[in-house]
């Protein structure tokens, strides 16, 4: 999707970003979020028996049977949990072999094929870079690396490359039949190979996710954080905000201002941001998965507080009467108390890094970066409220802006403190500020997301607040709809999912608003391009997926299915 010449997140909108949608298959294989159940249950498997690479194809199926059996997944899962199988069983031997050694294999059905300009020698696809689909960037990014690439039909290729003896691994994305039918010559090589499948079959304008090629293709023994169990650190984070654990962090309350707030603390949330700060200081930390020291919990508690500080702001301002399912703070507490609180939990955001054990420049710097965030994200609720006074259509560069003040800085300020607190120096904190960009769109555009698929407490789209799919669908709509829109934009009309929905959905707007997600997460990964540090690099691409884990895969091949059957012929040329 990438254009010539430098491009930011706010020209995501422009690109003309294919991403396809596809209807699901009655063979559904998992979901991102069963896929890591099912890898957890995989590495707990590898170690109870202690498989050894290479396996043959009827034992690596036996071995995903006698797991699925065992863990009660559901069987129809098979082929695809034998492909992770596959993958972990080889992932060590993977690591440690060179770039230069490597192949990735990428299939042709990436491209847009109506509109692809790439011609065909006897190698397969020749990418003329127009940056319409994902070919572009994987290839420029593993050959940047020192890998060969091909874009092309797997089994014949990788037959003719793995008998020359120069290639040590493979990095293959296919449907699953290729991976099947190019897996025993990897097998019978002996060669370490990562599979990574297909979103959705049709053999054409297909796509894959992308954070599990970026995984795959920067997989390096380098990288010391490739073992780290971003779950349980993350669940290490939210230890911390028990009412205990912040007593001992913050200091017992002495009176009930500081009740209030811890008690807002420790309510539910996600607890990203403290997560994020700690995980880039791990990355920098000479031992991962060493013992976290005191002095970044702190640093970690201060930004969920400078977090959940703002959400009481925002809540007020926007007239919220619910967050995490409960009442919000100025509606259990009335907004005098409401606004203090928020103000109480801002000045211990800042206490504890001027507190923090942390040389001088660092401290001094850290509360430079806070308060710029803070600064900026004040400045982007502030375009939002000023705009609420006399409500217009906004074009969504105009939305993705308000984002890009209003929710990105959190995260910036989050990974920074962490990265400055490590030690970090200038360039990394240069690409952090980038994926910060990125990353920070992409969650409000998540947000925008769960508002039609109910997992938020608030309706930003019902509220009339700027909102990514209210303003592509204002953009989109002609005639009637069009004027609908816009009562509906300046408040002239009520909003209702039942009168609202119809339209959006009539226009194929929630597509276009998935297309910008992935598109956002695409250049936080990109944003990573630059970074040397191998822990970083590695980390930060697997946090993507770790905050995102919500794509579906969509089904089969049907061209190899259909080549496979018996008499089955397929007119196309091959495309897997």
Known sequence: MRTDGDRTVLNILGTGHHLPVRQPQENIPPTRAEREKILEGLRAHLERNCIVPPLPMDE????????????????????????????????????????????LLLPKCLRVEDHCPAPFDEFGLLCKKCGMCS????????????????????????????ETGKIEAIVGVSCLNVLEKVYPYMEAAAIPGVAIPLLQDDC????????????????????????????????????????????????????????????????????????????????????????????????????????????????????????????????????PVALNVGDYLIGEGYRMIAE??????????????????????????????????????????????????????????????????????????????????????AYQVRDDLDDFEGGSDSNDVLALRPTLPLSLAHEKASGEQKETLRRVWCREVEASAESLYPILDSLGVLERVREVLEACKEEAIRALKDVENPNVKGLLRRVIGKIFNDLEIKGWCNEFEARNAPGGEVGAQAAG
């Open 60 to 103: 690596l199926r036996r071995e995903a049977e006698a797991f699925l059996d065992a863990s009660g997944v559901d069987r129809r899962f098979l082929d695809y949990t034998a492909v992770l199988l596959s993958n972990e069983i080889w992932r060590e031997s993977l690591a440690p072999v060179p770039f230069n050694r490597r192949l």
């Open 356 to 441: 923090c054990d942390a040389p001088p420049e660092a401290r001094a710097e850290m509360l430079l970066v806070a308060s710029r965030g803070h600064r900026t994200l004040s400045l982007g609720q502030g375009s939002e409220l000023c705009w609420s006074r006399s409500p217009k259509p906004l074009k969504p560069r105009d939305v993705l802006d308000i984002f890009r003040r209003k929710t990105a800085p959190a995260f910036e300020v989050a990974l920074q403190l962490g990265l400055i607190h490590a030690g970090g120096d200038d360039a990394l904190a240069a690409a952090i500020r980038k994926y910060s960009e990125s990353l920070g769109i």
């Open 135 to 162: 070919i572009q960037d994987l290839q420029e990014e593993a050959e940047k690396l020192g890998y060969a690439v091909l874009v092309a039909e797997g089994s014949p290729i990788v037959m003719a490359i793995v």
């Open 204 to 335: 054409r304008d297909t796509n894959v996710d992308l954070e599990w090629v970026w995984d795959a293709i920067h997989l390096t023994s380098d990288d010391r954080t490739r073992r780290l169990d971003l779950g349980s650190l993350r669940e290490e984070v939210d230890t911390w905000f028990s009412r205990e654990s912040l007593a001992d962090i913050l200091g017992k309350p002495a009176g009930e201002t500081e009740e209030i707030g811890h008690d807002w603390l420790a309510r539910a949330g996600k607890r990203w941001r403290p997560f994020l700060t700690v995980a880039i200081h791990r990355a920098l930390s000479d031992e991962p998965g060493g013992e976290i020291p005191a002095d970044l919990r702190k640093i970690a508690v201060a930004v969920e507080c400078f977090h959940k500080a703002s959400l009481i702001h925002d809540d007020i301002e926007d007239a919220d009467a619910v967050r995490y399912g409960e009442a919000t703070l100025h509606e259990s507490h009335g907004v």
